[in-house]
C-alpha cells in the first residue's frame, strides 16, 4: 500500500510542478498585454480578466478542499 501511495505523490509532484509552472508562465505572459505600445485596452477589460482569474483560484482552492472539481468554463470578454 505505501508503494502506490509513493507512486501517487511522485505522479502528483510531478504534473503538479509542471502545471504550476506552465500557469505562471501563462500569468506572465498576460502581463505583457498591459504594454499600451502594443495593444489597447479598457480598465474593464482588465477587471474582467482578473474577475474571471480570482474566480477560477477560488475554485481550484474548493477543488482541494473537497476533491471535486465543479466548472470547466472558459473566458471570453
Do not use: H, P
Amino acid at each position: 500500500m505505501e508503494y502506490m501511495s509513493n507512486s501517487r505523490r511522485d505522479r502528483f509532484e510531478r504534473v503538479a510542478s509542471k502545471r504550476v509552472d506552465r500557469v505562471i508562465k501563462d500569468i506572465q505572459l498576460l502581463a505583457n498585454c498591459s504594454n499600451t505600445n502594443n495593444y489597447e485596452y479598457t480598465s474593464s477589460d482588465v477587471e474582467k480578466m482578473l474577475k474571471a482569474i480570482k474566480a477560477e483560484l477560488k475554485l481550484l482552492e474548493a477543488a482541494f478542499s473537497t476533491g471535486v472539481r465543479d466548472s470547466d468554463e472558459g473566458f471570453k470578454f
